[in-house]
């Protein structure tokens, strides 16, 4: 309540849902019923506080995706290796290139794919039959060239860690709330236990209910699993709530007491609901082979696809799943060869899966890294960072297919045309998603934050 | 126009050259404005020399190889490892041109090639002719106060924060209101402003209310049986006051006031951020903190040790250890150890300084005139540099460095802690440096074997115990660096404290152009803030770095605002709200005060007692505006639904520690003395991986500890399970006021948790225990250790009910619960993870989450052992009810 009466952003959306609209949305359980009739107009102002946070809200513009997956590619993909062909990069191996250092080509063999006739290496065989439903974003630069700080960047806007921003996720839940109120709004899988950790996936100085549910690679989540036999909880759950009730009448109830009891109703669906996403049994083997579902953590980045696909077709608004082992200082080539073998054929399936299911239309997927890879060597079998030119790619919902924007110089190494920095990849995500990233706004500590800071350019070039 | 690259730090290419001012970028103000030509010569042979050659190793968009950069004049000036790569107007002195002429075969440069004969005669001539830079360009829009202070003397003249404080009596006892109602000075200021606005105060509260309120917002604990009843028995008036008096006395006051604090002063016990580094000794300041409240330190006193502890004068050596331990508050901020550009990793440091001082103290965003004026408050850059200036001439004693990259112990720096002993003292080893030369070599040693076993790209050579070896080879050399380390560890031979001490270089520094710490402006002299110009400032002295004089003019009498912030901070933990809601921001963007004159009356009274919080505290519980029931009565709550006026008492959310820690002690299981330490105190000084087995050992710890929750470990981004549902504080930042959020995962905390399951059980086995009782008392013991209260007769009537339910649905169902939910309880992880089983890949699923070094984050979720299991249906069922009173919303709320 404290933080609604201060936020007048939030207000307004508030006013834009009707009360109607909200106890059609929680009107399935116990609490909403029983009490309709005794709620005033501050038990209903309660509810929102509690409440409407996770509702879904209108955009600031109709919206061209209604959800995000993020494949994070953690630990910066080799982009000359993978998806950034460049032949002047072959033709100069061994020589000297521009900043210093020899440079290195490429030791895997490019070819051209779909009608587009998009250059991809050899790496990705499976992924490479989606490029022309990809929208690359070639001339992508950021700020730092250190993972940790660059991770953090990506997730939050901004790499200063005297103040912890709001992740990405986080604002989307903000400006858009929740389609699927059983579920967590935002859940990131497998997410780096280090370069910021919690601080990638948190909510920073936004309310707590917008933070990402972390899930791991084997969908555990603490607590979702119901403590006794659900007959038996259900007992337990009305006593619970018998007894809010008795407080409802009490002349010093509490505000937040409707929210209360909604959030025992959620819990209740939610112990059943959870489960039921991450259970892959209702899934036919075809598709489980198709993601290449396994054990172990070579089966990690599959299932993490898999879960993504179920989570975001049941409205989770952004969904990120990851795969590290990407920092190819040393061991670059089998190292590339092992990682992309985890990857390629989920990715390829995950895409095809949406597809299938008519799901791209309103699902936008982005493909990519904290930065890119330096055309130098570095040692004998590897490569540095490289934060001042590198790609990312897109597919689905409110994106160009077959499309291309920006470019690196001949050798990979700089954007030259097209350049995007991190804010403007947020900028235009948001923006995709029907937000204006200047008006998505939150006053903490005297000012209003962004997403973006203070920069950012939406670039609608991209845009279908 | 220029066409522009936009290089958000570099300095390679600029922007548009008009309206732009210039600043010369070098350290020494000293150094000739360039010519012209000079420039251009600079721009078209040696700039492109240093882009095309050195960029990718030596630069801001990638790094600082040997410690030096080339793309910014002051670091070639300072120079990397091997001292000044470029001494102007003499290249034979310059590190630089050794390396590029190829003299030392060991370190040429650029390392593969050699540049040629033409680029270093250029380089060379460059150097002669003085290494002329251009002159920084700063955009005429940029709003920073380079020159001379730009702050609006209206804003000064106006906003309330930055006046003296008014001298107030309270008002007369108001005609038209309930006649005797007030009690002290508090209630006629809130009494007169009831009145005006037609509302009038509730009734005091009943006194089990009062009670609960009273231990929580003192002591952050329920009452015992033993308050309760004395309490209740008490029908003296001093009963209130009897027992507040207790509850200041005891030992819990401090853990719950000094929590409040921590939260203010952003504790943590790790560096959090991109790379998370233990502070082991961070406690000591926990534990200093705790002390300072229940010893009612004066505030001012407390104030000026935290901020210059070290320059004190100190009668015994305790009050010195006391003092260091204190200046813990400027070490423990938030910290990125791997931005390789020292430059920007002290500034960001000095930042973060001064955010954590202005906003804890003064609630003042001093830190948004970083980069430009501050937006709405008159405070300037010059300002802020001035400050900048105080906390650059002070050292971090944090133990730790920046560096880019870097396992094992390379973060780590010994002679960065604070001795709390004599080193003299100690026994010296004769043979340490043979000792330390003799670790040393087998450190280097192995570290070679590590890296020859790292680069062996040749697959063939590999074989297929390679991950292994190189992991083997990982460990000896960690083992073999921690040995190096060891022997240098101050830690290691007596207690050593976090904190700050002065540099051995003092100095006033320079603005920095956009808050960028590579682009310097003119320099200012150290100082405070303008706004506060009621406030006398001493000069800072040219041989400290000013914190002590930084100290005394926050505490000084006639700074009204660290006074009235304070006094506001107490007032809403009191009363649910601040005088002034924005209990950080007192800035012309913060909320205004609802009772100007009660604020300043306060903070006067304040002083005139001698700083002291529990005088103040005592004076606020013992008003009656403060013992006012919450009762919501439709009149007033229409008139005024935020109770801004304090019409009644606000209920208040439980904080997660409170939750905790009653849960405990409804089992009799919260042991209320202090451990000794942290279970972070024994974590070697390395990053910690949140999947990692210390990461798991100290939230194992947390799982199962029985102290209260503020002294768990509280590393950042670690955050106790038990904690976290209850929206625990945000350790990054300067907290005032916690969130109070309503999510679902808090039910599913209540309802599934092995915390609240064991406990409830626990109870559950006290209350069965006492075999004569019948389960109408069950539930009436139930409710008062737990509620506090009696419960209603439909309350005691729905209990039985559910127990006598409860207990048949188990008993009709074949197998005994206890037993089938072991069953499936031994281990969380691996029952959980069948929700992702299939049909044909289920058991392989299985297997993966059985073997949690396979996942990221299987290993850090505590999988503990249940501590209490119910032994027949009859303690299910009670322990189910008991739980459903700490999942009661009744519960989770002081009214």
């Known amino acids: ?464 | 126009m220029i066409q522009t690259i936009k290089v958000r730090r570099g300095t390679y290419l600029a922007f548009a050259t008009i309206g732009l001012l210039f600043v010369h970028p070098s350290l020494a103000d000293e150094r000739a404005k360039p010519t012209q030509e000079q420039v251009d010569f600079f721009e078209k042979r040696i700039r492109p020399i240093f882009y095309d050659n050195c960029f990718n190793c030596h630069s801001a968009d990638n790094k600082e190889a040997g410690g030096l950069r080339v793309d910014d004049i002051n670091a070639l000036l300072k120079g990397g490892n091997s001292g000044a790569a470029v001494v102007p107007g003499k290249p034979n002195e310059s590190t630089l041109i050794k390396r590029i002429r190829h003299k030392d075969d060991t370190k040429t440069m650029p390392p593969d090639y050699r540049l040629e004969e033409e680029q270093i005669r250029d380089i060379v001539k460059w150097i002669e002719d003085g290494a002329a830079w251009p002159e920084l360009e700063i955009p005429a829009d940029l709003n920073q106060s380079l020159h001379r202070s730009a702050i609006s003397e209206q804003d000064i003249a106006t906003h309330w924060a930055w006046q003296p404080l008014n001298v107030v009596s309270p008002p007369a006892a108001d005609l038209n209101a309930a006649t005797d109602w007030a009690t002290n000075d508090i209630d006629r200021f809130i009494e007169s402003q009831l009145s005006k606005n037609g509302l009038r105060p509730n009734a005091i509260a009943n006194k089990s209310t009062l009670l609960r309120r009273i231990t929580y917002d003192l002591t952050g604990l329920p009452p015992t049986e033993t308050q309760l009843v004395d309490f209740l028995l008490d029908d003296s008036p001093k009963a209130l006051e009897k027992m507040v008096d207790q509850l200041l006395e005891s030992p819990q006051f401090g853990e719950k006031w000094g929590r409040h604090w921590l939260d203010v002063a952003r504790y943590g016990e790790s560096t959090g951020s991109a790379r998370n580094l233990p502070y082991p000794h961070a406690w000591r300041y926990r534990d200093y903190v705790i002390d300072s409240f229940n010893e009612d330190k004066p505030f001012d006193i407390f104030i000026k040790e935290q901020i210059a502890g070290d320059l004190l004068p100190a009668n015994t050596p305790s009050e010195k250890e006391t003092q260091l331990i204190a200046t813990g508050f400027l070490a423990l901020g938030v910290k990125d150890v791997n931005q390789r550009f020292t430059v920007r990793y002290d500034m960001d440091n000095v930042d973060e300084q001064i955010d954590t001082v202005t906003r804890s103290v003064l609630g003042l965003t001093v830190s948004c005139a970083r980069c430009h004026d501050h937006k709405f408050d008159p405070i300037s850059t010059r300002d802020y540099y001035g400050l900048a200036g105080i906390f650059s001439s002070t050292e971090l004693c944090d133990g730790l460095r920046n560096q880019m990259g870097g396992g094992g112990m390379a973060y780590y720096v010994p002679d960065r802690i604070i001795p709390l002993f004599d080193k003299q003292s100690q026994p010296q080893n004769p043979d340490i440096h043979a000792e330390l030369e003799k670790r040393e070599k087998a450190a280097k040693e192995l570290r070679q074997q590590f890296i020859a076993i790292r680069d062996n790209v040749r697959q063939q050579d590999r074989g297929p115990d390679h991950a292994k070896k190189l992991q083997e080879a990982r460990q000896a050399m960690q083992k073999a660096q921690e040995e190096v380390v060891a022997l240098k560890d101050p830690a290691k031979h007596g207690p050593v404290a976090l904190g700050v001490r002065d540099k051995k270089e003092i100095g006033d520094t320079n603005i920095r152009i956009r808050g960028e710490a590579e682009k310097l402006g003119p320099i200012v002299p150290r100082g405070f803030l303008e706004a506060l110009r009621i406030v006398p400032k001493n000069e800072v002295p040219h041989d400290q770095s000013g914190r002590l004089e930084l100290a005394k003019w926050l505490i000084h009498p006639q700074n009204a605002l660290t006074q009235r912030v304070i006094v506001n901070r107490v007032w809403q933990h009191l009363y649910g709200d601040g005088i002034v809601r924005t209990v950080d921001n007192f800035g012309i963007t913060g909320d205004r005060p609802t009772h100007p004159e009660l604020l300043d009356y306060l903070a006067h009274d304040f002083v005139n007692n001698g700083w002291s919080i529990k005088k103040l505290i005592r004076k606020l519980v013992l008003s009656k505006s403060y013992q006012q029931s919450s009762d919501k009565n439709a009149e007033s709550f229409s008139k005024d639904p935020d109770n801004r006026l304090y019409w009644r008492h606000s209920p208040r959310r439980l904080e997660s520690e409170e939750l905790r820690d009653t849960i405990l002690a409804s089992a009799q299981r919260l042991r209320l003395e202090r451990p000794k330490q942290s279970a972070s105190h024994s974590l070697v000084v390395r990053e910690l991986r949140n999947n990692g087995p210390e990461a798991k050992a100290i939230l194992d710890d947390a799982a199962a500890s029985e102290f209260r929750s503020l002294y768990l470990p509280l590393l950042r981004t670690l955050v106790p399970s038990n904690l976290a549902p209850f929206d625990y504080v945000e350790q990054g930042m300067v907290t005032g006021k916690r969130d109070t959020t309503t999510v679902p995962t808090q039910s599913l905390f209540l309802l599934n948790a092995h915390f609240v399951r064991d406990h409830s059980v626990l109870v559950a086995q006290r209350l069965t225990k006492q075999s004569n009782s019948t389960s109408e008392e069950l539930v009436r013991t139930a409710y008062r250790s737990i509620l506090h209260r009696s419960p209603s007769e439909n309350e005691l009537k729905l209990a039985t009910d559910f127990l006598v339910d409860y207990r048949n649905s188990i008993e009709a169902a074949s197998q005994p619960p206890a037993s089938k939910e072991i069953a499936t309880e031994v281990n969380e992880a691996s029952a959980d993870a069948t929700l992702s089983g299939t049909s044909s890949n289920k058991k392989a699923i299985i297997d993966n989450a059985a073997a949690p070094e396979d996942s990221r984050d299987v290993v850090a979720e505590s999988v503990e052992s249940r501590k209490a299991e119910p032994r027949d249906s009859n303690e299910a069922a009670v322990a189910a009810f008991v739980q459903a009173l700490y999942a009661s919303a009744e519960f989770r709320y002081v009214r």
């Open chain 1, 1 to 464: 309540m404290d933080r609604l009466r201060v936020r007048q952003s939030d207000q307004l959306h508030l006013n834009t849902f009707s009360r109607r609209q909200l106890l059609r949305t929680t009107a399935a359980g116990f609490g909403t019923v029983a009490l309709a009739g005794l709620l005033g107009l501050e038990k209903a102002r309660a509810m929102q506080s509690t409440k409407a946070d996770l509702v879904p809200r209108e955009p600031h513009f109709p919206a061209k995706a209604k959800r995000i997956i993020f494949l994070f590619m953690e630990g910066a993909i080799s982009q000359l290796d993978t998806f950034e062909y460049k032949p002047t990069l072959q033709e100069k191996d061994g020589k000297p290139g521009p900043g210093g250092g020899t440079l290195v080509g490429s030791k895997f063999r490019f070819a051209q794919h779909g009608e587009t006739g998009t250059w991809v290496s050899e790496l990705f065989p499976n992924t490479a039959k989606h490029v022309d439903k990809m929208c690359f974003l070639r001339g992508l630069h950021t700020d730092t060239p250190a993972h940790p700080q660059a991770v953090i960047q990506l997730h939050t806007g901004a790499a200063i860690a005297n103040l912890t921003r709001p992740s990405m996720g986080a604002w989307l839940l903000y400006g858009l709330g929740s389609e699927n109120q059983d579920l967590p709004g935002y859940v990131t899988i497998n997410p780096p236990p280090n370069f910021g950790g919690a601080i990638n996936y948190g909510s920073a100085f936004l309310p707590a209910q917008y933070q990402g549910t972390k899930i791991s690679d084997s969908g555990y989540l603490p607590n979702i699993k119901a403590a006794t036999e659900k007959s038996l909880q259900k007992r337990q759950i009305d006593l619970v709530q018998s007894m809010n009730r008795e407080l409802a009448s009490s002349p010093s109830a509490p505000e937040a007491l409707e929210g209360i009891i909604q959030s025992y109703e959620l819990a209740f669906r939610m112990q059943d609901r959870v489960p039921e996403i991450l259970d892959f049994h209702s899934e036919p083997q075809s598709v489980l082979d198709a993601y290449g579902i396994q054990d172990g953590p070579r089966g990690s980045f599959a299932r993490q696809c898999l879960m993504a696909r179920r989570l975001s077709e049941a409205g989770v608004r952004f969904v990120e799943v990851c795969q590290s082992g990407w920092d190819h200082h040393n061991n670059l080539n089998q190292g590339l060869i092992d990682r992309s073998k985890d990857v390629d054929q989920p990715v390829a399936a995950l895409l095809t899966d949406l597809e299938q299911r008519g799901l791209l239309d309103e699902t936008l997927v982005l493909f990519g890294s904290e930065f890119g890879r330096l055309p130098q060597a570095q040692g004998p079998d590897g490569r540095d960072h490289n934060i001042t030119g590198y790609p990312m790619w897109l597919v689905g919902a409110g994106v160009k297919p077959g499309f291309s924007f920006g470019a690196t110089d001949e050798v990979g190494r700089i954007a030259t045309e097209g350049r995007m920095h991190t804010n403007d990849l947020h900028a235009t995500l948001l923006a995709l998603m029907g937000l204006d990233h200047e008006r998505l706004t939150y006053n903490y500590a005297g000012r209003d934050f962004r997403l973006t800071d203070v920069a950012g350019v939406v670039n609608r070039e991209i845009f279908s």
